[in-house]
């Protein structure tokens, strides 16, 4: 094994030192649910691990005048823990427990989840669909904000540039936190990787859609949002019609592979059916 | 080969060890500090054998660098009881025949613990999901779920 060496930062300016210092790759870490897996498969080597789990300003979560505020170190166990997300933003809740097994929620952060860039990463499709932001700060203070739906280029890779980390996630406070829903399929009930995924999250005026946000996980390269979907939703009526329209729409709007888990065209179905299970839940206000 | 100096207490023991970057606190544990109490399955996070406390939360030690367990406190399944002084867990363990080979329930008994501290009447479909990232190949769970069940009304957080 080649030579590794460690850092912790206790804090932003700390962590500017080392990035000036710093010879050869380095690799940031939280939790480590992805990272230790992939040091020991030696599917990667930096030359520096630098651990983000001392930046404490990083774990919080919060409401502030109608926008909740995630830091990125917060644990998906600190997310199903808080009474805001439990309250306000259930969608990412049902998110978070379906999150591998509490052994691993209480490591794995949610900036982690969204940094590792899997197409199954839990969080992600709950977040699309909350129209989230995530935050982010480079070497000497430089910040910037980029929508979940930039965020991700394909497989593991995102827009993060090699010095830059996320520091917190935020979205509006959903009106109405009854008309979300994220289910998701796996082999099994417990600790699974996602076979499909799918979080809707519906605003809706009078006998329409509204504004409805669909985010999709497993099924393309990255998570992903159904915007043709989302447009089809709400030029329709809130019927069964429309409903059974767009369960046919998301099948083209999606690029799911085969893969050990399944195959694209069980993928296919699955994404129609859990569709029009969370629409009819969100539709009801929560209860499939 | 650069090392870490690394400082946490073990079962209430302050404990001191270098280690390399990468070395888990699992491996620490079994080959530095000799608490082979604490089980190595898969190594990856699949299995829950490895499972300790860390400053009160049951997490899988192979998932966690020992260089990230410095200054915290880590219990195993021995810093909860013994032969003769037993935490209630791992009494009921043992009236429910809820071990067989045994090699799961270190981790079992730590998930548990985490759970109780934060659920002390936890439901069966509770326990169930507590202990979802705990596998046994010999038991069936039937009589694991039962155990903590049992134990619940028995256990305070400072045990
Ligand atoms: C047994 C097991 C089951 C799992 N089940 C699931 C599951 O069901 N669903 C799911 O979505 N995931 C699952 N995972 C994957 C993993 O647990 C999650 O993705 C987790 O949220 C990662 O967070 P972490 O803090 O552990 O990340 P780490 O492993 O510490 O880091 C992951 C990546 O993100 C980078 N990173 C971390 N924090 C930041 C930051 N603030 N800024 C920039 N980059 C950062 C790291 O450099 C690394 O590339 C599972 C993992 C295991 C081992
Ligand atoms: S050895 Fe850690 S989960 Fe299997
Ligand atoms: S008793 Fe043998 S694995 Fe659980």
């Known amino acids: 094994m080649t030579q590794m060496e460690y850092a912790k930062p206790r804090s932003f ?225 809130m019927d069964p019609k429309n409903i059974e329209a767009c369960a046919q729409l998301i099948t083209k709007e999606i690029s799911p592979i085969s893969d050990i888990r399944a195959s694209a065209d069980y993928r296919k179905r699955v994404v129609a059916v859990l569709f029009q299970r969370a629409i009819q839940a969100a539709v009801n206000g929560g209860t499939p | 080969m650069t090392t870490y100096p690394v400082r946490f207490l073990l079962n209430g023991t302050p404990v001191e060890v270098d280690v390399a970057a990468q070395d888990t606190l699992l491996e620490t544990l079994r080959n530095k500090l000799w608490a082979t109490e604490v089980k190595n399955g898969c190594g990856k996070g699949d299995c829950g054998c490895c499972a300790v406390l860390l400053d009160g939360r049951a997490v899988n030690s192979c998932l966690t660098l020992a260089v990230q367990a410095n200054g915290k406190e880590v219990v195993t399944v021995k810093g909860l009881g013994n032969e003769d002084d037993p935490h209630p867990l791992q009494e009921s363990f043992i009236r429910k025949g809820a071990i067989q080979c045994g090699f799961c329930t270190a981790g079992m008994i730590v998930s548990a613990k985490s759970l109780l501290d934060e659920n002390p009447r936890p439901s069966p479909d509770e326990i169930r999901e507590a202990v979802s990232g705990n596998l046994c190949r010999c038991t069936g769970y039937k009589k694991i779920i039962e155990a903590i069940s049992d134990a619940a009304p028995k256990c305070s957080p400072s045990d």
């Not at chain 1, 050869?24 to 480590?32: D, H, T």
């Not at chain 1, 669909?129 to 739906?149: N, Q, S």
């Not at chain 1, 994220?182 to 082999?187: A, Q, R, S, T, V």
């Not at chain 1, 159904?226 to 939703?233: G, H, N, P, Q, R």
């Open chain 1, 13 to 237: 300016k700390e962590l500017d030192g080392i990035f000036e210092s710093a010879k050869g790759p380095l690799r940031f870490i939280a939790g480590g649910t992805n990272v230790v897996p992939d040091l020991r498969a030696g599917t990667i080597s930096p030359r520096l691990l630098v651990d983000l789990s001392g930046l404490k300003e990083m774990a919080y979560i919060r409401e502030v005048k109608g926008e909740i505020a995630i830091g990125a170190l917060s644990t998906i166990s600190d997310i199903l823990a808080s009474r805001v997300i439990c309250d306000k933003a259930p969608l990412l809740f049902q998110a978070a427990r379906h999150l591998g097994s509490p052994l691993t929620r209480n490591r794995a952060t949610i900036g982690g989840n969204l940094a590792d860039a899997s197409p199954a990463a839990d969080t992600a499709p709950s977040l699309l669909a909350m129209g989230a932001m995530v935050h982010t700060r480079r070497r000497r203070g430089k910040e910037r904000t980029i929508p979940l739906d930039r965020f991700f280029l394909g497989p593991n890779k995102t827009i993060l540039a090699k010095d830059e980390i996320i520091t917190r996630i935020t979205f509006a406070k959903p009106k109405d936190p009854s008309r979300g829903r994220y289910l998701k399929l796996g082999l099994r009930n417990a600790m699974t990787i996602s076979v499909a995924s799918l979080a809707v999250s519906l605003e809706p005026e009078g006998s329409s859609f509204g504004g409805a946000r669909i985010g999709l996980g497993a099924v393309a390269p990255t998570p992903v949002r159904a915007y043709l979907v989302e447009k089809k939703l709400a030029s329709g009526a």
